[in-house]
């Protein structure tokens, strides 16, 4: 069986973006950099949601570095029920159901899956309990009110284990979790 990593990339305040954010909050480093390349280098299938392969696919040419093409490469499967087709490589769109689709998968694949934001797609899979590594990317900022998709909201209550972590450029946290199946301690 294989595992699936889900990583999210959010404000201090738990926000995916913002109105006026521009692409990594506006803290892309060398060690994010390091950190991408080495992610996208590994053997993986990728899980999307439509509106974030949408905004993948439809980066402009300047836009398109290294790290792009490498992601555009990829094994892909694209969860959505009006997306009719992909237009990167190696890409198929899937319209059954995400929680029975991405069972088989980690029951059949030959290489671990992974989810890069497509919050909604990494909500479900979280409820399901079908996410093996939580990866939170924290950039250094409180969005506030240009906020655009709170990650956490609507995500059940769940504990989880802290497995590692490290600083990115002296200022970005990534921290990874696995989700321990266990209900949260209460009062």
Same mark, same amino acid.
């Given at each position: 069986?294989?595992?699936?990593? %889900?990583?999210? /990339?959010?404000? *201090?305040?738990? @926000? *995916?973006? #913002?109105?006026?954010?521009?692409?990594?909050?506006?803290?892309?480093?060398?060690?994010?950099?390091? @950190?991408?390349? &080495?992610?996208?280098?590994? !053997?993986?299938?990728?899980?999307?949601?439509?509106?974030? +392969?949408?905004?993948?696919?439809? =980066?402009?040419?300047?836009?398109?570095?290294?790290? @792009?093409?490498?992601?555009?490469?990829?094994?892909?499967?694209?969860?959505?029920?009006?997306?009719?087709? *992909?237009? @990167?490589?190696?890409?198929?769109?899937?319209?059954?159901?995400?929680?029975?689709?991405?069972?088989?998968?980690? %029951?059949?694949?030959?290489? !671990?899956?992974?989810?890069? #934001?497509? =919050?909604?797609?990494?909500?479900?899979?979280? #409820? *399901?309990?079908?996410?093996?590594?939580?990866?939170?990317?924290? /950039?250094?900022?409180?969005?506030?009110?240009?906020?655009?998709?709170?990650? /956490?909201?609507?995500?059940?209550? &769940?504990?989880?284990?802290?497995?590692?972590?490290?600083?990115?450029?002296?200022?970005?946290?990534?921290?990874? +979790?696995?989700?321990?199946?266990?209900?949260?301690?209460?009062?």
């Amino acid at each position: 069986m294989q595992t699936l990593t %889900a990583d999210v /990339f959010i404000s *201090a305040d738990g @926000w *995916a973006g #913002g109105e006026t954010s521009p692409g990594y909050f506006g803290y892309f480093g060398p060690d994010l950099e390091e @950190w991408i390349t &080495a992610e996208s280098a590994l !053997p993986q299938l990728v899980v999307l949601g439509r509106r974030t +392969y949408e905004a993948l696919a439809g =980066l402009p040419e300047e836009a398109r570095d290294a790290g @792009w093409r490498r992601m555009s490469e990829l094994e892909t499967v694209v969860f959505s029920t009006t997306l009719e087709t *992909a237009t @990167w490589p190696s890409t198929r769109v899937c319209r059954d159901d995400l929680v029975g689709e991405i069972k088989r998968l980690k %029951a059949g694949s030959d290489v !671990p899956l992974r989810t890069m #934001g497509s =919050l909604s797609v990494v909500r479900q899979l979280l #409820g *399901a309990g079908l996410v093996d590594r939580l990866r939170l990317m924290t /950039f250094p900022l409180l969005v506030g009110e240009s906020g655009r998709e709170r990650f /956490f909201v609507d995500v059940q209550s &769940a504990e989880l284990e802290l497995v590692g972590h490290r600083a990115l450029d002296g200022r970005v946290l990534l921290v990874e +979790y696995r989700p321990t199946g266990r209900d949260i301690p209460r009062a």
